[in-house]
């Protein structure tokens, strides 16, 4: 059983810059492929950002491309969303994601109903 936090939401000014961090525990961070998803009110929630077992591999929806960077530390069991030039449409709640993975180097994204393990998520406000 894997045990996702996510922290680092907030309010933040369009064009600033913000960083997600989720931290996991309980089980093998390294056996899991990590993703960010997020859920704008009234929308479904979808696909940000994810990263391969072995972090060199990565993956973006078009909308965020540019302006988010995904990464994990093995290490430390975590793994980052790093948000710049954020747009009000950004304005979500974001959520981490782990996906068992078998092979260490795919990082694509996947749908949210294949996810294995959600945190709680954290609310993100950019405004105009």
């Known amino acids: 059983q894997v045990q996702l936090v996510e922290s680092g939401g907030g309010l933040v000014q369009a064009g600033g810059s913000l960083r997600l961090s989720c931290a996991a525990s309980?089980?093998?961070?390294?056996?899991?492929?990590m993703g960010w998803f997020r859920q704008a009110p009234g929308k479904k929630r979808e696909f940000v950002a994810s990263?391969?077992?072995?972090?060199?591999?990565?993956s973006y929806v078009d909308s965020v491309k540019g302006r988010f960077t995904i990464s994990r530390d093995n290490a430390k069991n975590t793994v980052d969303l790093q948000m710049s030039s954020l747009k009000p449409e950004d304005t979500a709640v974001y959520y981490c994601?782990?996906?068992?993975?078998?092979?260490?180097?795919?990082?694509?994204?996947?749908?949210?109903?294949?996810?294995?393990?959600w945190g709680q998520g954290t609310q993100l406000t950019v405004s105009t």
């Open positions: 990263v391969s077992r072995s972090g060199d591999s990565t």
């Open positions: 309980g089980g093998t961070f390294s056996n899991y492929r």
């Open positions: 994601a782990a996906r068992w993975s078998l092979l260490r180097g795919v990082g694509a994204g996947w749908p949210p109903e294949e996810s294995g393990y």
